[in-house]
C-alpha cells in the first residue's frame, strides 16, 4: 500500500512545482522556471509508474525502500515551495533556497535513475482488467455452504422488486466493503419468486466500467447469445427487440462509476422495453452518491451480521474437519473469535478459513492475539476494501490514513478531525472564496459517502438523526485499512513496544502508556503528536530538541498540573488541544506560538484568568475555554484575536462579564454561552460592526443613540442561535434575527413574553424553531406568538405538556412539526385540524397519547405522517382516507395497531409505507396493501 500514499505525496509536490513555476519564486534566479519544470516533469513521469510499485511493493524490499525515498524528496519538495521567501528576504535567505532547490533536484534526479532498475510499468486499464477478472462475480450460490443472517433483508427486497409497478425500479444495495452485497443480491436473483422474470441477467460492472459491455453481457443472456454489435445504438436495438413485453430482472455488481452522464446513459440503455415491458434493476454498490443517483427507491443500506450469525458464517468455514473431542473447547473460543469480527461477513470467512484444521491452541493464540487491536495484514480481508481507498480522490487519501491515530471503536469528534486536517495541511480548497473549514467539511462528507467513515449514532438516536452526530467513527476493518495505507508514517509508541523506535518517516505518534523520555523516539519529520492514558509521562526541556515541526499537540492523555514548557518551542504548533490542565494559571508564553489556529483547555476547572497578551495569536480561528470554571474574566486584548471564528465559553460559571473587545471579532460565527450565569449582555455588545456577515449565534435589539432613542437590530446577520442552560436569561424586547432557533433547558425564554405578539420583519425572519427539555405548562408558550413566520418546529422532551400549547394554532405557516418524547401529552387539541399548511407531522415516544383527534381530516396538506413508538395508540381512524395528499405513511413500534383502516386500501396518493419494529402491522399491509410500496 506504499505506493498509494506514495501517490498523494507525489501529486501536492507536482502541484507545489507548478504553483511555484508561475509565480514571482521562478525569477529568484536565471534557470530557476526551467528547473522546475524539469522536477515536475520527472515527478509525473514517476507517478505513471507508481500503481506497478504499488503492485510489486508487497512483494520486493528494494521496491518498498524506493517509495518510501520517493516520498521523503516530495515532500521535502513541498515543504520548500510552500513558504517561498517574500521580497523583503535578505539575499542569503533566497541564496539558502537556491541551494536547497538545487539539492532537491539532485536528489530526484537519483530516485529517477533508480526507477530504470526496477523496470516499472506504466499504469494502463490492463492492470484494472487483470484485478477485475480475478474479482469478476457469478449469480450461482455454492451449495456446500448456507447463507444465513439476510433472510429478512432479502424478503423485503423481494417484496420491493415484485409490487413496485414502475416501469423501471432501480434499487442500491448500499454498503461496506466485505458486508455481503453481493451474497445478499444472489440470494434475491436465485430467489425461487424470481422466475416471476422472463429475463434476467447478471453483470459484474467492476471499476473498469464499459457501457457497451454491459449491454452486451445483458443482451447475452437475455436470449442466449450475442449479435456481436459495438456501438451502443445497435445495442440498445438489440436490447428493445428482446426485451420487448417482458418482465426483466438485472444485477449490476460492484458498480464504482460516479459519472453522471454515464449513469445516465446506463439508465436509458437498459429501459429500452416497450410499453409492456417492466425491468427490474439490483444495484451493488459502496458509494452512496452512486446509490443516490441511481435509485428510483430508497437505497438499502446494509448493516453487519449479528454476533451469533457471524458465529455461523464462522462455524462453517472453520469446522469442517474438527475432531470430536475438541469441539467443545474450539466453540467457547470460536465464538468469541467470532464476536471480534464485528459482524463483517467477509471478516469471519476469511478467519475461519485461516483456523481451518489448526489445533486449539492455534486457536486460543488467534483469539488472544494483540492483532485484533492492531492492523490485520490477511490478505482476503484488506483487498476488498482496499478498493475503495484506490478508488478516492487523491485530495482525501491523506485525510483517511490520517485517521489511523485513532485507536480502534473509538469515536471520533468531527470539529477536531477537520481541525487537524487544517493544521496539517491536507485541506486545499478548491475556490479562493472557500475557506479551509468549508472545504473540510466537504471532505468529511465525501468520505462518508464512500461508507469508510460513519456517524457515531447511539441507540437512542434514530437513523433519520444520525447527521445530527457530532463524532464520526470507522469499522475495525477499516481501521485496518487506515493503519496499512499510513505504513511507517503512523506510529503507536506503547509501553509493549518500548524497544521499537519510528522510522525517520515517521510522521504521525500516539504516545501511549509510555513512561520513558521521549527525546530519542521522536525525529524531525514528526507532525503530529498524541497521548493516550500517560498519567506518568512527562515532558522534559528535551523533549522537542530533535523535532520542532510539530503541527498538531494533543496532550489530553497526560494528567498535567500545568502546560510543559519544550511546547514553547514548537514555533510551527497550529493545534493544540491542552484540555483539563490542574494549573491556575496559563504561561505567558503561550502568546508565542503565534501560528496558533486552535487552542482549547476545556476543563481547566483552575485557570482564573488568560494571558494579556492573548492578541498576539492573531491566527486563531478556534478557542475553546468552556468548563473552565474559575475563569472570572476574558481580557481586552481579546479585539486582536480578528480572525477568531469560534469561541466557546460554555459552562464558564464565574465569567460574570463579557469584554467590549469581543464587539471587534467581525469575523465570529460561533458564540457558545451555554450553561452560562450572565443575566444580560453587556452594553459594548451594542457596537457590533455591521460587516459581522458570518455569525451564527446569539441576540436582539440595543441602543445606538440614547438621544433620539434610536435602536438597531444586534447580530443582523444572524442564522443560527443555540441557547442552552440560560436558566436566568430573559430575551427582550423582540425575539433575535435568526433563521434557525434551538433552546434547551430555558424556560424562561420560552414563558417571558407577552401573549399578544406584534409580528413584524424580525419576528418573521425564524422560520426553523428547536425547544427541548423544557417545563412550561401548555398555556404558557408565549414566545411563539412573537414568531408567526415559523415553518419548522420540534418539541423534545417537554414533559409538561399534557396537550399541544394553544400558541401553536396562530403558526399559519407552520410545514413541519415534530414531536419527540413529550412523554405527558395524552391528546391532540380541537384545533389542531386549522393548521392546513402542515406537510410533515411526526410523533416519536409519546406513550400516554391514545388517539389522534378528528380535526386531523382538516390536514388536506399533509404529506407525511410518521407515529413512533406510541404503544397506548389502539388504531388509527377510518378518516384517514380523507388525508388526500399523505404520500408516506411510517409506523415505529405502536404494537398496538395491528392493522390499518380498510379504506387506506383505496387511498391514491399514499406511494410508500414503512412499518418497523411492529410484525403483526407489517404482515397485515403485505397483504391488503400490496399495491403500496412497503420498506
Known amino acids: 500500500m506504499e505506493a498509494i500514499v506514495a501517490s498523494v505525496v507525489v501529486k501536492q509536490a507536482i502541484r507545489s512545482l507548478a504553483a511555484a513555476a508561475g509565480s514571482p519564486m521562478a525569477r529568484l534566479w536565471r534557470n530557476c522556471k526551467a528547473d522546475l519544470e524539469e522536477m515536475r516533469s520527472t515527478l509525473s513521469l514517476l507517478e505513471a509508474g507508481l500503481r506497478d510499485a504499488e503492485r510489486r511493493s508487497g512483494n520486493e524490499e528494494a521496491v518498498r525502500v524506493w517509495l518510501q525515498l520517493l516520498k521523503a524528496v516530495a515532500r521535502d519538495i513541498s515543504g520548500a515551495l510552500d513558504h517561498p521567501p517574500p521580497p523583503s528576504w535578505k539575499i542569503f535567505a533566497k541564496l539558502s533556497l537556491v541551494n536547497k532547490i538545487e539539492q532537491l533536484k539532485k536528489k530526484l534526479k537519483a530516485v529517477d535513475e533508480k526507477r530504470h532498475i526496477f523496470g516499472f510499468t506504466f499504469h494502463n486499464r490492463s492492470i484494472i482488467e487483470d484485478t477485475d477478472g480475478r474479482r469478476e462475480t457469478m449469480a450461482c450460490i455454492d451449495d456446500e455452504f448456507s447463507i444465513v443472517g439476510r433472510s429478512r433483508e432479502k424478503q423485503e427486497i423481494v417484496r420491493i422488486l415484485l409490487q413496485s409497478e414502475r416501469k423501471m425500479t432501480i434499487l442500491p444495495i448500499l454498503g461496506l466493503g466485505g458486508m ?31 457501457l457497451a459491455r454491459i449491454a452486451k453481457a445483458v443482451a447475452s443472456q437475455f436470449q442466449g447469445t450475442a449479435d456481436g454489435f459495438d456501438d451502443l445504438q445497435s445495442l440498445y436495438n438489440q436490447l428493445e427487440n428482446i426485451s420487448s413485453g417482458k418482465k426483466c430482472l438485472i444485477v449490476l455488481d460492484d458498480l464504482w462509476e460516479s459519472d453522471i452522464e454515464l449513469l445516465r446513459k446506463m439508465k436509458l440503455m437498459l429501459n429500452c422495453g416497450k410499453q409492456r415491458s417492466m425491468v427490474k434493476i439490483i444495484v451493488t454498490t459502496r458509494i452512496e452518491a452512486i446509490a443516490q443517483e441511481l435509485s428510483t427507491a430508497s437505497p438499502y443500506k446494509l448493516g453487519p451480521l449479528s454476533d451469533d ?49 489448526k489445533s486449539v491452541d492455534f486457536w486460543k493464540a488467534t483469539r488472544d492475539s494483540t492483532t485484533w487491536h492492531k492492523s490485520s495484514s490477511h490478505g482476503d480481508v484488506l483487498p476488498s476494501l482496499r478498493l475503495s481507498y484506490e478508488h478516492m480522490p487523491f485530495y482525501l487519501k491523506p485525510c483517511f490514513s490520517y485517521c489511523a491515530i485513532f485507536s480502534k471503536g473509538r469515536a471520533m469528534d468531527k470539529d477536531k478531525l477537520i481541525q487537524q486536517w487544517i493544521a496539517l495541511d491536507f485541506v486545499k480548497p478548491a475556490l479562493p472564496t472557500l475557506s479551509h473549514k468549508v472545504q473540510a467539511e466537504e471532505y468529511l462528507r465525501e468520505l462518508l459517502a ?22 464520526v467513527s470507522m469499522h475495525d476493518l477499516v481501521h485496518d485499512l487506515a493503519r496499512s495505507v499510513a505504513g511507517d508514517e503512523t506510529f503507536y509508541l506503547h509501553a509493549i513496544n518500548q524497544n521499537t523506535s519510528p522510522s525517520d518517516n515517521c510522521h504521525h505518534i500516539v504516545v501511549v502508556t509510555y513512561d520513558k523520555r521521549l527525546s530519542r523516539s521522536l525525529s524531525a519529520n514528526v507532525r503530529s503528536l498524541h497521548f493516550r492514558d500517560c498519567a506518568g509521562q512527562q515532558l522534559p526541556g528535551d523533549t522537542f530538541s530533535l523535532t520542532k515541526n510539530v503541527r498538531v499537540l494533543d496532550i489530553t492523555g497526560c494528567v498535567l498540573r500545568k502546560l510543559p514548557d519544550p511546547i514553547r518551542q514548537l514555533a510551527h504548533l497550529r493545534y493544540l488541544d491542552a484540555s483539563l490542565l490542574c494549573d491556575k494559571d496559563l504561561p505567558m508564553w503561550i502568546t508565542s506560538l503565534v501560528k496558533l489556529h486552535y487552542l482549547s483547555i476545556h476543563g481547566s476547572s483552575k485557570i482564573s484568568e488568560l494571558p494579556k ?138 414563558s417571558s413574553w407577552d401573549g399578544k405578539g406584534h409580528p413584524n420583519i424580525i419576528s418573521n425572519s425564524t422560520t426553523c424553531l428547536e425547544i427541548s427539555d423544557c417545563h412550561v405548562k401548555p398555556d404558557g408558550w408565549r414566545l411563539l406568538y412573537h414568531l408567526p413566520g415559523l415553518c419548522k418546529l420540534k418539541l423534545r422532551m417537554c414533559n409538561e405538556l399534557n396537550s399541544l400549547p394553544g400558541s401553536i394554532q396562530v403558526l399559519t405557516s407552520l410545514r413541519s412539526l415534530l414531536v419527540f418524547a413529550c412523554r405527558s401529552l395524552t391528546e391532540l387539541p380541537e384545533w389542531f385540524g386549522n393548521l392546513t399548511s402542515l406537510q410533515e407531522l411526526e410523533i416519536n415516544y409519546c406513550p400516554k397519547l391514545e388517539s389522534l ?18 404503544d397506548n395508540i389502539l388504531s388509527l381512524p377510518e378518516w384517514f382516507s380523507h388525508l388526500i395528499s399523505l404520500r408516506r405513511l411510517e409506523i415505529s413500534g405502536c404494537q398496538l395497531i395491528k392493522s390499518l383502516p380498510r379504506s387506506m386500501q383505496h387511498h391514491n396518493s399514499l406511494r410508500e409505507l414503512q412499518i418497523r419494529h411492529n410484525p403483526e402491522l407489517k404482515q397485515w399491509c403485505e397483504f391488503f396493501l400490496d399495491d403500496k410500496e412497503i420498506v
Not at 188 to 210: G, K
Not at 454 to 464: A, C, D, I, N
Request: a neutral charge; aromatic letters at 6%; glycine letters at 4%.
Open 613 to 750: 497578551s492573548i492578541g498576539n495569536l492573531k491566527d486563531l480561528v478556534h478557542l475553546d475555554l468552556s468548563c473552565c470554571g474559575s475563569l472570572a474574566h476574558l481580557p481586552e486584548f481579546f479585539s486582536y484575536l480578528t480572525n477568531l471564528l469560534l469561541l466557546n465559553i460554555a459552562d464558564c460559571s464565574s465569567l460574570s462579564a463579557l469584554p467590549n473587545s469581543i464587539c471587534d471579532l467581525v469575523n465570529l460565527e460561533i458564540l457558545n454561552l451555554s450553561g452560562s450565569t450572565l443575566e444580560e449582555l453587556p452594553k459594548g455588545l451594542g457596537n457590533l460592526k455591521k460587516d459581522m456577515k458570518n455569525l451564527e449565534v446569539w441576540y436582539t435589539r440595543v441602543l445606538i443613540d440614547a438621544e433620539y432613542k434610536r435602536e438597531e437590530v444586534m447580530f443582523p446577520n444572524l442564522h443560527k442561535l443555540l441557547i442552552h442552560g440560560c436558566n436566568k436569561l430573559m430575551v427582550k424586547p423582540c425575539p433575535p434575527v435568526a433563521a434557525e432557533w434551538v433552546i434547551e433547558v430555558c424556560d424562561i425564554i420560552v
Open 450 to 471: 464512500t461508507s469508510l467513515l460513519q456517524y457515531s449514532v447511539s441507540s437512542l438516536v434514530t437513523h433519520e438523526h444520525a447527521k445530527d452526530s457530532k463524532e
Open 309 to 357: 450469525n457471524c458465529w455461523t458464517v464462522f462455524k462453517q468455514i472453520a469446522f469442517q474437519s474438527t475432531n470430536e473431542e475438541d469441539l467443545y473447547v474450539l466453540e467457547a473460543v470460536g465464538r468469541d473469535i467470532a464476536i471480534k469480527c464485528k459482524g463483517l461477513p467477509l471478516a469471519a470467512h476469511a478467519v475461519g478459513s485461516m483456523l481451518r484444521n
Open 853 to 870: 383527534h378528528g380535526s386531523m381530516q382538516r390536514l388536506t396538506s399533509l404529506r407525511l405522517l410518521h407515529l413512533g413508538h406510541c
Open 180 to 210: 455481503g452485497k453481493t451474497t445478499l443480491a444472489k440470494l434475491v436473483f436465485n430467489d425461487s419468486r424470481m422466475q416471476y422474470f422472463e429475463r434476467r441477467a447478471w453483470v459484474h460492472v467492476s471499476q473498469n466500467f464499459n
